[in-house]
């Protein structure tokens, strides 16, 4: 039987979330397909009750089972790069499942791109407990610098999406359209995550960037917002595009990281 499974390889869940979890799960149950449950989503004694090994054995279950067809990650937070020495790419590579998740699965999203060349999905799944918004794979993006934009999606949070600098699992950025969302921060955050990738030679190589939402600045209207920064760290020459339907939102949609894109103004 076709098979999806949950794992929580960021941040272990609440105990005190369980009944909101359960529901979501029986949302999952009513396509008729089996679920598996990864045995690491729930805190026990204290928030680091499972170890990354522990986290990364319970996805690369998913991964091995040959009738899992979706891994959906539940989590969030900051501890998901500690499964990335533990995985086995080889057994992700030759898999059928497909990774979901967001924000701080940021790192596993690029990981398994760069060391794999499949796609991911970057997508809190939690949010069909809200509706799934129509045209899920098609958020609407605006240019608002260049002409338009193409070629491969990559990053995603964008201090998660560093914790990858320095390490094999940061994904080559030749030719590549750059992602950028977040939930907290403001200005100073936001320009030291860009002085980084600037100073890494990352906006010397890409041929665009996409900007989701940036939750905090925009609920705090900052200025410069992050429009404006980005303009400001790459110039005029950049293609930029921008959407308000991939972030942080409960009615964010998704898209494929390790994925072409082309971009055009209607």
Known sequence: MKSIAIVACSNPLSLSSGESNEKHFELLRNDGRNLLI???????????????????????????????????????????????????????RKSQAVFWGYSDLTTVINAIYSQTGKSSVLYQIKNILHGEPDSLFKPKFEIIQGQGIEGTVVGGNIRCFLKLTGTKYFPDMNGKILLLESLGGRVPQMITYLSQLRSMGVFEKINGIILGTFTEMEKENCSPNMNELVQEFVGPNMPIAKTCEIGHARDSKAILIGKEIEIRNE
């Open 38 to 92: 990864s045995k690491c989503i729930y805190e026990e004694k204290n928030r680091f009750s499972s170890s990354g090994k522990e986290r990364a054995y319970e996805l690369m279950k998913f991964f091995s089972n040959p009738d899992v067809t979706n891994i959906y990650d539940i989590s969030g937070g900051d501890m998901a790069n500690e499964l990335l020495d533990y995985l086995d790419f080889e057994i992700i």
